[in-house]
């Protein structure tokens, strides 16, 4: 079945500067990948998806980059605010959805 | 449109009970994937329905099971509880094609003592 590995697995970044969360996967059928947020207590929620015949997708102060020859993706956050800190998840998915062991982003003011 | 509901959001059963937890998914969604979300494992997938019909199944024993009525509505069962089964089960719901956008409910927290 799919892998799926999240690095890093802790981000600390300051107001103001990017994050960027990386994955990979070792399923070559896997075509979609989402990224989810997670706040404390909540449910995960969608944030940014992409499929695998696009190779970036942008939105708003998020984007996400695929490289299937390397079995990549990566979620880019710029601007970040305090709002941000939360737990991050990238998955992948043909059949079913596997996910990476999530990133806790903290934002400091 | 509503979200997707799980029920009950809390419960705390004792070892070697089991137990049942219900996901109602969003209006028009036919897949139903079932997760269990613990500090040190993650998002482990436990099985999606689709239609009625298993899917997929992730890797957990046999005391895990489910089911999915014509409704869409989706139950999962664990018989034989462990301490080790203590933990946060999130069901999600997606239309049922490909790629499977899929949306969280907001969990139930299950409490194995």
């Known amino acids: 079945g799919e892998n799926v590995e999240q690095h890093p697995s802790t981000l600390s970044v300051q107001e103001g500067d990017s994050a960027v969360i990386k994955c990979t996967y070792s399923?070559?059928?896997?075509?979609?990948f989402p990224w989810y947020k997670q706040e404390l207590g909540k449910r995960p929620q969608l944030i940014i998806d992409?499929?695998?015949?696009?190779g970036e997708k942008k939105d708003q102060r998020i984007a996400v980059t695929l490289n299937k020859t390397a079995k990549h993706f990566s979620l880019h956050i710029t601007e970040t605010q305090p709002e941000d800190s939360a737990v991050y998840f990238c998955?992948?998915?043909?059949?079913?959805?596997?996910f990476g062991a999530g990133t806790r982003l903290t934002v400091k003011p | 449109k509503a979200g997707v509901t799980q029920t009950p959001r809390y419960l705390i059963k004792t070892r070697g009970q089991q137990v049942t937890l219900s996901c109602s998914p969003i209006s028009g969604h036919r897949s139903v994937s079932w997760y269990q979300q613990t500090p040190g494992q993650g998002l482990q997938f436990l099985f999606e329905y689709f239609s009625e019909t298993q899917r997929n199944k992730g890797n957990f024993p046999g005391r895990f099971s489910g089911r999915q009525f014509s409704n869409s509505r989706s139950e999962m069962n664990v018989s034989t509880l462990e301490l080790g089964d203590s933990a946060l089960y999130l069901c999600a719901s997606a239309r049922g094609g490909s790629p499977l956008e899929q949306y969280f409910g907001p969990g139930t927290r299950l409490t194995v003592t």
């Open positions: 998955a992948a998915s043909f059949n079913d959805m596997r």
């Open positions: 992409i499929r695998s015949n696009v």
């Open positions: 399923d070559s059928a896997s075509n979609y």
